[in-house]
């Protein structure tokens, strides 16, 4: 049974840091690459940021390039979203995406998300 479940939100002031994770179980981990996206309310969920299988290659949202990071961990089946000066913006439930791509088609998992908000 695939499961990814994400935990570190909640309610941070302008400039503030937070440190999203997110847990994969069910499948490879190591074999898949893995992204945040978020979704404000009234918008289309956005890409945030992706990280390949190896952890060698990640790419960001012109929005965020600079204030977020994301790392994962294969040993422990953990992809994080370290996000630091925070601005009302980045208000939005961020979730958890695991990829994959074979012949033929693609594996794609989501999580249930986590809320942000940043307000003072």
């Known amino acids: 049974q695939v499961q990814l479940v994400e935990s570190g939100g909640g309610l941070v002031q302008p400039g503030g840091s937070l440190r999203l994770s997110c847990v994969a179980s069910g499948f490879i981990f190591s074999s898949y690459a893995m992204s945040w996206y978020r979704q404000a309310p009234g918008k289309e969920r956005e890409l945030v940021a992706d990280?390949?299988?190896?952890?060698?290659?990640?790419n960001y949202a012109d929005s965020v390039k600079g204030r977020f990071t994301i790392s994962r961990d294969n040993t422990k089946n953990t992809v994080y979203l370290q996000m630091n000066s925070l601005k009302p913006d980045d208000t939005a439930v961020y979730y958890c995406?695991?990829?994959?791509?074979?012949?033929?088609?693609?594996?794609?998992?989501w999580g249930q998300g986590t809320q942000v908000t940043v307000s003072s």
């Open positions: 990280i390949s299988n190896t952890g060698g290659r990640t």
């Open positions: 995406n695991a990829a994959r791509r074979v012949l033929g088609g693609k594996y794609d998992y």
